[in-house]
Structure formats: C-alpha cells, structure tokens
C-alpha cells in the first residue's frame, strides 16, 4: 500500500509535457502545474498572438501569463526525490525510428499508445487519460498507434475525410461533397467499409476454402508418397529376393554343367587313353612281324624260306578306324548353354517384363491455365478408343474401335453386364484424369458428346442410364448444329458456329470440363465448374435417326 500511494504522489507531481518530477514548478490562472521551461516552450511555439493555451484542459488566456515559481510544489518534489525513486521513464519507453511518438510530448518523446482519428494525433499513456476522462473527448475513435493520420485529411480542404466517392473511387471531405464531387454517388466511408469489409470476408473464406482444400491435397500427396515408397521399397526387395534365387539356380545350374562336362571329360579321356594303349601294343606287334617278315624275305635258300612261311601267326584283328574330333566335343552343351541365354534374354527383354512406374504416377492437383489455342489443346490430347463391352447393340465399332455408327438392327456382341441395352451410346476404354483433349467428328443428324462415371446405370432406357440425364454424367447435344448442354436432366441451350466437330477439354482435378467448336478457329460453346469424385470415361450417344449416323473419335497425334 505505501508504495501505490508512492507512486501516486509521483505522477501527482509530474510535469504532462516532459512526464518527469516538476522541475521549478509554476501554476497557470486554470490550476495545472508544469515545469517553468517546459509551460514557456510550449507557449513559445503556440502561432497565437494574443492566446495561450493550456497543454492539459485546452483553456486559452490572454494575455499571456506572468508565471512564478510554485515553493510549496517545489518542496514537495524535493520531498519526493528523496524517496530514490527513478524521475524519468524507463528507455524502452521512449519513441524510436519506427515507433509512433506521443504528439504532445515535448523533448525526448514517448511511444504512442493510441492514435485517436478526431484529434489526428498520437498521444502516450499519460497524454492519453484525457481521452478516457473528458466525456467529449470519450466520443473519440482510438485506434492502434499510426503514423500516417495525415492520409485521412483532404490535402486540399485541410478536413478529416469521412466520405466515400464511388462514382470516383476515392475518399473526400464534406467541402469537396459540396465542389468537385457535387452530384456524384457518395456515401460514408464507414458504410463503404462495411459493404467491403464484407466483400473482403468472402475473400477470404475463399481463400481459406482453397487452404483447406490445398492442405486436404498436401495430406494426400504425403499419403501417396508414403504408398509409393513403401511400394517401391517392396518391390525392391521382392525383386531382390527373386533374382537372388535366380542367380543361386543359375549358379547351381553352371556347376551342374561344370559337373556333367568334367565329368564326361574325365570319361572320354579314359576311353582315349585306353585306346591309345591299345594302339600302341598293336603297332609294337606288328613292328615285330614286320622285323620277322623282312628277315624272312631276305632267306637265300628256297627250302628254309618254304620251311619258315607255314610257322607265321596271323596277324590279329585290327582296331577299327578311330575319327576323332576334338574341337566339337562338346559343341552341344556350348549350343544348349547359348539356347538358355537367348530364352533368359527374351524373358528379360523389356517388351515381357516392362518394369516402369506407369502404375504409381501422380497426379497433381494444382489446376493447370486452360490452353487459348488449338495447338496449346493438343498438347493435352488423348488416344482414346471405345470399349466393346458397354457398347449398344445397335452400333457397330470400327476404326479401332474409335468410330460408333448407327446400324439400325441387333449387332453380334457377347453378352456383358457393362452394356448400354437402352439407349445407344458407348463409353471410353480408358479412364481420364489430369489434363487431356480430344475430338468428335458427327456425321449424319445427331449425336450427344460426354463423360461419365463408371458406375452410372446401363440396363434400360430411363434418365438415369442416358447421358447428361443424371447426376453421374455431363453431355453436350448436339444436333442439327443446334447445342444444348445436360446435367442432371436440366437442359441449358447453348449457341456457337456450326461445325462438324468438337473439342473437350477436362481438368479433372481442378472440375473444368469445356466444350468447344473446332473449325478453323476455336469456339468456347460451355464450360463446366464443378468438383469431380471419381474417375470419368468419354462417351458418345448417336441419335436413333437414320443408318449410318456416326460419332468418330479423332486421331489428333
């Protein structure tokens, strides 16, 4: 408690120019006190010639003041310093370069608290109170501190700025109501506020809309990128595992081949040597006889040689020819190790085992700018071919099954749950996703151009199986040159040139499905916003008008 009432007597007796203990303190005629130096500058620099105003209640005198010094105030402050109390503010309480400085004080000033949009000034804490006290000056619009007060008043009226002109776009004052801007369409700044101040909130629920959605989007893309290395890290590993069982039957097989050959080597080598063993005691044998025959032949007397010739063994059987050739041994394993190479290659060629990542790319939802030419559109286009198993009976697919043409009787289909039995139209093969184009050519009266889901109805003839009819398909008709866009059975008619083709353009993540009217120029005819849920297929209906009415997908690459 000692130290409040301390702290009391100290603002008590403080100067509310310089916020410091009075220093030779005077009393003006209206009861405030202030420091003798701080009352004269501050009457010094008033451009009044004949009035004085007090800083605290405003009150004016004239003449000016004869101030004398206050001795009971001054031995009252002199009391007070006593107490060791510091007598100026702290430094973080002073104005710096960026702050907003208090617009009363004198010397070193203060930082702003409030800056009060009547007065158009800034004023401290101590400045302040007179804006919490004074009922007129309660009246006030206090706002946070602000250096640019200035901007609210009309550089060339000098008056504060409470009108809004529209007819101009610009702020103004009462006198420029009443000169330039006379007539025009005003109203007060504050009701121009309110109506942008609302505009502005819609901004930005839409932006936080879209925050959302992008961060619903960035959650995704984690989850995918998880997914794809957690797939990706499977597959190395399974891969892994299964070329490693490979390379081991691979490497068992070449040492089964190792086995066999040296095996074989072993065998057929033995076979030679006993051969050759043979071979030799034959030729020993018969350079014997030869040795015995030759001595025989060169007998002088005819009776020994007739005596002797009788005695001669025969000559025992002779080996069989031997036809050896050792550099095609084995030329059949080499040939059946060569015929296993080109299989393994084939297999892993990589029009067999194509190992790509076509089943894990991602499609990013950022909205791409729709393209403003043809060719920027066939940067998007598409191979799109049409799918036999949801065909109509009553059309006929030709043309790699890019072609749908009315033939006005049953056509020989297998039977298939995704057929269209009702109505005859056919949808894509592929599904579509990202950014992609394409293009129908019409012949003949009518057809209707269109993506769907896959799971819209396809038994029968009702709206719900019918494209652009249901809330699971989106068509453009168009016949006779006439163009009428469908969605959920409401029929919008749409005009553009007449043509014998069109253009669709979809944005699947961004919900942007146009169509256009292709001729020599491109023709926006409608153009879709919405928000996409599942995967969309083209499709193609041909009115039941006459045989040989067709829709054809064109090839644009």
């Known amino acids: 408690m000692a130290q409040k009432g301390v702290q009391l007597d100290r603002e008590t007796f403080s100067c509310s120019i310089c916020l410091d203990l009075l220093k030779d303190p005077v009393t003006t005629p209206c009861g405030h006190n202030y420091c003798m130096n701080c009352i004269k500058s501050h009457w010094d620099k008033e451009d009044r010639k004949y009035s004085y105003s007090c800083p605290q209640c405003r009150k004016t005198f004239t003449p000016r003041p004869v101030l004398l010094k206050n001795n009971l105030l001054a031995d009252l402050v002199e009391e007070l310093k006593k107490t060791g109390l510091p007598a100026a503010p702290a430094d973080h309480c002073y104005a710096g370069a960026e702050d907003v400085a208090?617009?009363?004080?004198?010397?070193?000033?203060?930082?702003?608290?409030?800056?009060?949009?009547?007065?158009?000034?800034?004023?401290?804490?101590q400045h302040l109170q007179r804006h919490y006290e004074s009922a007129p000056l309660k009246k006030h619009k206090l706002v946070e501190p602000?250096?640019?007060?200035?901007?609210?008043?009309?550089?060339?009226?000098?008056?504060?700025?409470?009108?809004?002109?529209?007819?101009?776009?610009?702020?103004?004052?009462y006198l420029c109501l009443m000169e330039e801007h006379k007539g025009h369409d005003t109203v007060s700044a504050a009701a121009e506020r309110t109506e942008r101040q609302k505009k502005l909130e819609g901004?930005?629920?839409?932006?936080?809309?879209?925050?959302?959605?992008?961060?619903?989007?960035?959650?995704?893309?984690?989850?995918?990128?998880?997914?794809?290395?957690?797939?990706?890290?499977?597959?190395?590993?399974?891969?892994?595992?299964?070329?490693?069982?490979?390379?081991?039957?691979?490497?068992?097989?070449?040492?089964?081949?190792?086995?066999?050959?040296?095996?074989?080597?072993?065998?057929?080598?033995?076979?030679?040597?006993?051969?050759?063993?043979?071979?030799?005691?034959?030729?020993?044998?018969?350079?014997?006889?030869?040795?015995?025959?030759?001595?025989?032949?060169?007998?002088e007397d005819h009776t020994q040689f007739l005596h002797n010739y009788p005695s001669l063994s025969p000559l025992s059987q002779s080996t069989s020819s031997i036809h050896i050739h050792p550099l095609s041994c084995f030329e059949d394993v080499t040939a059946a190790v060569s015929e296993v190479r080109d299989i393994l290659q084939d297999v892993l060629r990589e029009k067999r085992t194509n190992v790509s990542l076509?089943?894990?790319?991602?499609?990013?939802?950022?909205?791409?700018?729709?393209?403003?030419?043809?060719?920027?559109?066939?940067?998007?286009?598409?191979?799109?071919?049409?799918?036999?198993?949801?065909?109509?009976?009553?059309?006929?697919?030709?043309?790699?099954?890019?072609?749908?043409?009315?033939?006005?009787?049953?056509?020989?289909?297998?039977s298939h749950p995704d057929r269209f039995t009702g109505w005859c139209q056919v949808l894509s093969r592929e599904g579509l996703t990202g950014c992609c184009y394409w293009e129908v050519e019409k012949r003949g009266r009518g057809v209707s151009v269109a993506v769907a889901y896959k799971n819209i109805s396809r038994e029968g003839v009702s709206d719900k199986c019918r494209f652009g009819r249901n809330d699971k398909s989106w068509a453009l008709d168009w016949d006779n040159n006439k163009y009428t866009f469908c969605y959920n059975n409401v029929r919008t008619p749409v005009s553009g040139p007449k043509s014998s083709r069109v253009g669709v353009y979809l944005d699947h993540s961004a919900g942007i499905l146009s169509f256009y009217s292709v001729s020599e120029t491109m023709t926006l005819l409608h153009r879709v916003q919405t928000t996409f849920t599942q995967l969309l297929y083209a499709g193609v209906r041909v009115f039941r008008c006459s045989s040989g009415a067709c829709a054809e997908l064109c090839k644009l690459k």
């Open 358 to 414: 076509t089943g894990t790319e991602v499609d990013v939802l950022l909205p791409q700018p729709e393209p403003k030419t043809r060719a920027g559109f066939l940067k998007y286009s598409w191979e799109i071919t049409l799918d036999p198993n949801t065909v109509n009976t009553q059309l006929l697919l030709s043309e790699g099954n890019r072609k749908a043409t009315f033939m006005g009787e049953q056509q020989s289909y297998s």
């Open 102 to 125: 208090c617009d009363v004080c004198t010397g070193r000033k203060l930082k702003a608290h409030k800056s009060c949009l009547q007065c158009l000034a800034s004023f401290c804490e």
């Open 203 to 299: 901004s930005r629920q839409n932006i936080q809309r879209r925050i959302q959605d992008r961060e619903k989007d960035v959650k995704l893309l984690q989850q995918q990128a998880e997914a794809i290395n957690l797939s990706a890290d499977k597959a190395v590993e399974d891969s892994e595992k299964i070329f490693t069982e490979l390379i081991r039957l691979l490497e068992k097989r070449i040492s089964d081949v190792k086995q066999q050959v040296r095996s074989q080597q072993k065998s057929e080598a033995s076979r030679v040597r006993e051969l050759q063993e043979k071979l030799e005691q034959e030729i020993t044998e018969l350079k014997r006889k030869d040795v015995v025959l030759k001595k025989l032949s060169h007998t």
């Open 146 to 173: 602000s250096k640019k007060l200035q901007e609210n008043v009309c550089s060339q009226h000098d008056e504060v700025m409470k009108i809004f002109c529209r007819t101009d776009q610009q702020l103004i004052c």
